[in-house]
């Protein structure tokens, strides 16, 4: 059985960043990353629904390591793909991907002080084992065989095309066709204004609001500090200043949740003026950032409304009809074409079988150490982003600690490092693996989900600030991490 010192699953935005900073900071170290596809990318390479981008700017979602060149700040997904395999050339991480490669099942053997993984090739039509020292899981958190989609009544009777925008058809012609999106996600909120440049018209379905924000597609300060500064001068002070206005903001959500909301809608009543219905359309029920803000560049949703080819529709779907849907009103909207952003199904560690010496492991049951390790289980790192900033802030921080302990272990002589539970841990209070946030796709899947604590470090603090102190800069051998021969 071949045997490597890590295994990267997954070679999408987390698992190139990964695998780079295991170049950088650990040469010599053999590895490899495992793609269940036939390309790198991740969700960049996934999604090919009309104007993918990204909802948080590229300065705090590029890598730390890489600077982002391209004059928009809120990119589009092939750019971002472009990026990740321009970072994956640079630092010659192409040659270590196994494509076509899908982990079905990683065990742990103490007698080894190895994971052994089985792995389906279905190429191939077998299955490989392979052995690895340390298991670094940068699969996301969403399935990628399927989204959420819930039960329609009468989707049998509709006589359109149903489209789901995580498999977007090629063949799919809209022009000059009514189309309805069903979601007011950051899905939705992309789809509706890119196909309402061909459709004849695109009504956005929404069973309740979401706060919306429209920003600048570009970054004016970064492009004017590009022109006068040194390139990784000119993106390491852009990075900083989004770090300190996404904390800023949050922050502010948190502590003055109804002034942030009145200046949001007021924002929103500036694009779309004093008669339109914002009561209704854009004012949720909940506090901004209860659940994700939804990023629009330069108003482009406003603007599609503003000019009559995007509606909104905010009211509960009854069911499908032959033509289109019904609203529990009565109401009926007309659509040779539906598309159903109705959200992602999240799955914890790529849908892995995972054992520890012949008996599965419940991740449920054990908990989070630094949002990154589990109790008593060994030498396994998950990447997992923030909900309420950038993912790649959280992801580029995981490389680092994981770069550090690979490092650690090597001096002390150690094949095993495994947090476990201090007498003082013993009986602390539980908390759910994220607090306060209240998505329906975060909410389905949280039982399955380790538990938090309420000291560190057994806490998934989603804080920037402090995740710098805990991870980077936090001691490794703090009696919690135990190092093992």
């Given amino acids: 059985m071949e045997t490597l010192d890590v295994v990267i699953v997954g070679a999408g935005l987390s698992g190139i960043g990964a695998a780079c900073h295991l170049e950088d900071r650990c040469p010599g170290r053999t590895y490899t990353l495992l793609e269940s ?12 629904y009309p104007g993918i981008r990204s909802d948080s700017d590229m300065h705090t979602l590029g890598y730390q390591f890489k600077p982002w060149k391209a004059r928009k700040s809120i990119a589009d997904g092939p750019s971002i793909r472009a990026y990740v395999e321009e970072a994956a050339t640079d630092y010659g991480v192409q040659q270590h991907i196994r494509y076509r490669h899908q982990l079905r099942k990683a065990a742990w053997s103490s007698a080894q002080n190895l994971w052994i993984l089985e792995i389906e090739r279905p190429e191939e039509g077998d299955t490989l084992q392979l052995g690895c020292r340390f298991l670094l899981m940068c699969s996301g958190y969403y399935d990628y065989e399927r989204g959420y989609r819930p039960e329609f009544e009468g989707l049998d009777d509709y006589e359109g095309r149903v489209v789901d925008p995580q498999f977007w058809p090629e063949d799919l012609d809209y022009e000059g066709k009514r189309v309805a999106v069903i979601g007011s996600g950051a899905t939705a909120m992309t789809i509706v204004p890119n196909m309402a440049d061909q459709a004849a018209h695109v009504t956005m379905v929404q069973r309740s609001p979401t706060y919306v924000v429209s920003r600048p597609e570009e970054d004016r300060l970064a492009n004017t500090l590009r022109k006068i500064l040194p390139e990784k001068w000119a993106y390491a002070l852009t990075r900083f200043k989004n770090v300190q206005l996404q904390r800023f903001v949050y922050a502010r959500t948190r502590s003055q949740p109804r002034e942030v909301r009145d200046r949001l809608l007021g924002m929103v009543r500036a694009e779309l003026g004093a008669d339109y219905d914002i009561d209704t359309h854009f004012t949720p029920r909940y506090d901004p950032w209860d659940q994700r803000l939804c990023l ?13 080819r995007v509606s909104v529709v905010t009211e509960q779907l009854a069911r499908f009809t032959k033509s289109g849907l019904q609203m529990e009103s009565g109401r009926e909207i007309d659509a040779d074409v539906v598309v159903t952003a109705t959200g ?6 790529g849908g892995v079988e995972f054992e520890l010496d012949g ?20 030498n396994l790192v998950q990447t997992f982003g923030y909900i309420n900033a950038s993912w790649t802030l ?40 994220i607090e306060n946030f209240t998505s329906g796709y975060m909410q389905r899947s949280m039982h399955l989900m380790p538990r938090q604590g309420d000291h560190d470090p057994w806490r998934n603090t989603q804080n920037y600030a402090a995740d710098k102190k805990m991870i980077r800069k936090a001691p490794l051998e703090d009696g919690v991490l135990q190092f093992e021969r």
Avoid: H, N
């Fill in 394 to 433: 959280r992801a580029d921080l995981t490389s680092e600690y994981v770069c550090r302990l690979l490092e650690q272990m090597e001096s002390l002589g150690a094949e095993v490092c495994v947090p476990r539970l201090r007498s003082e841990d013993q009986g602390m209070p539980e908390r759910p693996w």
């Fill in 296 to 308: 629009i560049p330069d108003g482009d949703l406003f603007e599609g409304i503003r000019e009559g």
């Fill in 359 to 378: 008996a599965p492991i419940d991740f449920a049951k054990t908990w989070t150490y630094k949002g990154m390790m589990y109790s008593d289980v060994p």
């Fill in 344 to 349: 992602l199904e999240l799955k914890l560690l």
């Fill in 37 to 48: 596809r036939d390309a790198l990318g991740g969700t960049w390479d996934l999604f090919r």
